[in-house]
């Protein structure tokens, strides 16, 4: 008796994330078949069936899911916004890309909202990833080194401020110390928000200590965030750069970020002396 595999539709972004999910999906017995996105760095082995999407051309990508009978599909990875060059669409895709093309200047929840809507129009059922692949959800939790009392009142105190500065619907993380923002992520996204605090810090390395080390990188979701396609990630990765930003440790919401290769993240924390936090922001909401 021959087992039929079940079909799933990568759409691949950037980051370790749609690396990991892609050779665990092949893994379980998945027979993928991938949409490279015009950002993604991200490298298809040849045995792999895919196509390099073009948004002018974004109709292709749709008969080429179609052709090999693909109902289900999960967007992997950090996607940039769409940069679209509409003397080069083609008619069938501006068909496609119409609602799209109206809310380029609004913000990512709405943007998301239309894809969304654009693949559901078309007939796919959107997967979240970490449906997929359940290991990539953290339990509520303290991981890594322990916290006392007064990190706990911080964490509480850095929650508050997220869930009012997620409602602005402009980034997912921010890092928070004493009180104080350190860093709000913006459309460059959360590295470059650590980097900034990196750089910030080496060039005042004669200022007090309190300034130049400390602090909590806070990550979650914003309202009405469209998890199918816009989850938030943390990884290994995260945790060193958060280490050489001199952070102590990290705060997720529990069931909305994705932890990439949750051992070894596990391990980073544990090796580099920091902490991380798995919270229900729910429970903090005003």
């Known amino acids: 008796m021959v087992i039929k595999k079940k079909k799933i539709g990568l759409i691949i972004g950037s980051g370790e994330l749609a690396t990991y999910c892609m050779e665990q999906l092949v893994l379980l017995g998945y027979e993928t078949t991938i949409v490279r996105l015009p950002c993604s760095k991200v490298k298809i082995k040849k045995n792999l069936d895919y196509i390099a ?5 974004i109709n292709e990508a749709f008969f080429f899911l179609k052709q090999r009978q693909i109902n289900e599909i999960a967007l992997i990875g950090y996607m940039e916004r769409p940069d679209i060059d509409p003397s ?3 008619y069938r895709s501006q068909i496609l890309l119409s609602k799209v093309f109206s809310i380029l200047n609004k913000g990512d929840g709405e943007i998301f909202s239309a894809i969304k809507q654009m693949f559901v129009d078309q007939n796919f059922t959107l997967v979240k990833v970490q449906d ?3 290991e990539l959800i953290l339990n509520a939790g303290i991981y890594g080194s322990p ?3 007064k990190v706990l009142k911080e964490i509480e105190a850095g929650v508050k ?5 997620a409602m602005l619907d402009i980034g997912q993380s921010l890092v928070f110390q004493n009180g104080h923002c350190l860093g709000l992520e913006t459309i460059t996204g959360t590295d470059e928000m650590i980097r900034a605090i990196i750089n910030f810090r080496e060039r ?3 200022r007090s200590k309190e300034i130049l080390s400390g602090g909590i990188l806070i990550k979650g979701s914003k309202p009405d965030q469209v998890l199918d396609i816009d989850t938030p ?3 290994p990765d995260t945790i060193k750069l958060a280490k050489n930003a001199k952070l102590n440790g990290l705060v997720i919401e529990s069931d909305k ?8 993240t596990i391990d980073t924390l544990k090796s580099n002396n920091m902490f991380l936090a798995s919270v229900k922001f729910f429970g903090y909401r005003l």
Do not use: D
């Not at 401020?161 to 500065?165: C, G, K, M, T």
């Open 53 to 57: 999407l073009k948004y002018e051309e």
């Open 88 to 90: 080069k669409v083609n």
């Open 132 to 134: 997929l692949l359940p």
């Open 147 to 149: 916290i006392g009392k």
């Open 161 to 165: 401020i997220f869930l009012n500065y």
């Open 204 to 206: 005042n390395n004669k």
């Open 233 to 235: 990630v943390i990884g």
């Open 257 to 264: 970020v994705i932890v990439v290769n949750k051992v070894s």
